[in-house]
């Protein structure tokens, strides 16, 4: 849904044609993939608005090397997809070993990521 969202979000607007009414500030996706994406980098780029919003969306994606639900490589290839959409303010990580769960050290690498990206330093 959150990789949904951001693509929404730099469209302007869902699916189905309805407007998109929320301006994201920061989208984080764990363990996911976004279904559908051929057609993304084509209809971002037939709108400088829509690239603009993309490239200015930071996206932070993290999965594990070991995740038997949503494959590792749905999530590199959902990295990719978004990248050469032009979603350029994207992070990828990878967590060695790890299933589709998270664990401790995710979890305080995305606290941070969030922090950073939305100017929330001294609040923790």
């Known amino acids: 849904m959150a990789l949904y969202s951001a693509t929404a979000c730099a469209l302007g607007r ?3 044609g309805n407007p998109y009414p929320i301006n994201l500030r920061a989208v984080v996706g764990l363990s996911g993939w976004l279904p559908g994406s051929r057609g993304l980098r084509n209809k ?3 709108s400088h608005e829509a690239a603009r919003r993309a490239t200015s969306l ?7 090397t070991c995740d038997d639900v949503v494959p590792y490589k749905f999530g590199e290839k959902c990295a990719h997809s978004l990248n050469i959409a032009g ?4 992070t990828f990580k ?3 070993g790890i299933g589709h769960y998270t664990v401790p050290k995710e979890m305080d ?3 941070n990521w969030l922090t950073a990206r939305l100017g929330l330093e001294g609040s923790r």
């Open 14 to 16: 869902y699916g189905n």
């Open 44 to 46: 971002i780029q037939a």
């Open 58 to 64: 930071p996206i932070l994606l993290s999965h594990g």
């Open 87 to 90: 979603f350029w303010n994207l």
């Open 94 to 96: 990878n967590y060695e």
């Open 109 to 111: 690498e995305v606290c």
